[in-house]
């Protein structure tokens, strides 16, 4: 519109325009500006809740008594829920807006958060996961109305760069959450289990509770801050934004009608699927596999801290170079390759530099999660937010691979022990080369990023 008064008004109203306009868009910059700190400050919260898993996945199985695929369920509440969750998510923000929905997951994660202090008073694995999951259908509200949202706030080109800000966020968040709740949750765990072996069934008892009970307090406090922020998040002063009604057409057809007309989509949601697993992988397993090597529980809660800070590392280089040096799409093939290289390198090396490899791929995960989202969703219109909640569902990725890992890992130990192989030696072996399920994950992101993202119809 503004070209038209360019040709039809006099020179003075060009001028006064034209100060308009500044002013009009110095101060959209600035709105979009406030957006971005407060929607980083939630991809915080969701963060630090997330990334805690690396630390309750060896406590849960320490106080429940579990093995390594039962423990893993740890990640299955958690993520199972954007299943669950996704499409209903939609539907809720569809009637109550982005930040009314944003307000909604906090306090749900709160409610979750509160589910922890029975469960550690009954010490029952079933309950742990029963508010792990309500945490995780406050986090899948709270992300179906952030990712889209911090997506369509500026230009398609610069999503990922957008999204890389609030990768930062995230696994900052997740970093600290890591240190914090490894201090808490796995400071003396060793000591613990060495007290159990040879404890009789009544002092078991004891220990067991007694570790059970440090959880209280944290989840405590996690729920007052949580509901805190779900107030607050009401009042916040964000934008509103609406993708583009009109979707990507090829000339001579009529405009797509169903979002199973968009092959991009699905096929993003499926590198999404894999991706957040591998993800996870890194995240939450590296813990217990430091452990099964032989690192103490002092030694290896710092792990997960180490694959996130990589992340966050990569996340900054992102911000930097795209889109300005690098496209969307390049980072993505070259975070494929290294996702591949780096689970070769896991598996053929052992002890402290086969768990810094571990560690590595968070520089490989990085910029996934910020280039398959624009890629994806480039195009989608007025399906944009049905796109938005698929790909949401895709992170229950993170809900069934790290399990179907735990239970690899179980199985190759089982078959080592069985064949005379001792159960330390057996556990670490079968940790390590279980680690072969990430190639064919990445594999999968690869051909999103080379070919999946430009087929826009089935027809090609």
Known sequence: MLYLYHIFVLNVCLNLLSKNTLISTTMQQKNNTVAIIIIASLFFIFGFVTWINGALIP???????????????????????????????????????????????????????LVFIPAAEARTYWVFLAGIFIQGIGMTILQTAANPYITIL?????????????????????????????????????????????????????????????????????AGVLFLLGILIRKAPLPHVEASEEEQTVEGKTAKTSIFQFPNLWLGVIALFVYVGAEVIAGDTIIAYGISLGFTGEEAKYFTTYTLLAMVATYALGVFLIPKYVKQKTALIASAVLGIVFSFCILNTTGYTSVLFVAALGIANALVWPAIWPLTLDGLGKFTKTGS????????????????????????????????????????????ESYWIL??????????????????????
Request: glycine share 10%; with cysteine; net charge positive.
């Open 59 to 113: 406590f849960m199985k320490t106080i429940n008594e579990l093995t390594e695929s039962q423990s893993y369920l740890v990640a299955t509440a958690s993520y199972i829920s954007f299943v669950v969750m996704a499409l209903p998510a939609s539907y809720i923000l569809g009637k109550i807006g982005y930040k009314k929905g944003m307000s909604l997951g906090l306090i749900i994660m709160a409610i979750g958060a």
């Open 154 to 222: 500026g230009p398609i080109e610069s999503g990922a760069k957008r999204i890389a800000i609030m990768g930062i966020a995230n696994k900052t968040a997740g970093a600290l959450g890591s240190l914090i709740f490894g201090a808490l949750l796995l400071s003396g765990i060793d000591e613990t289990k060495s007290k159990l072996a040879g404890a009789s069934l009544e002092e078991k008892n004891v220990q067991l509770d007694t570790m059970a009970d440090s959880v209280f307090m944290p989840y405590v406090i996690m």
């Open 389 to 432: 909640a698929l790909l949401i569902m895709a992170i229950s990725g993170g809900a069934i691979i790290p399990p179907l890992y735990g239970r690899i890992v179980d199985a190759n130990k089982h078959e080592m022990v069985t064949n005379g192989i001792q159960e330390a030696e057996a556990i670490a072996t079968a940790s390590n």
């Open 439 to 460: 190639i064919p994950c990445y594999a999968i992101i690869l051909f999103f990023a080379i070919w999946g993202h430009k087929i826009k119809n089935w027809k090609v």
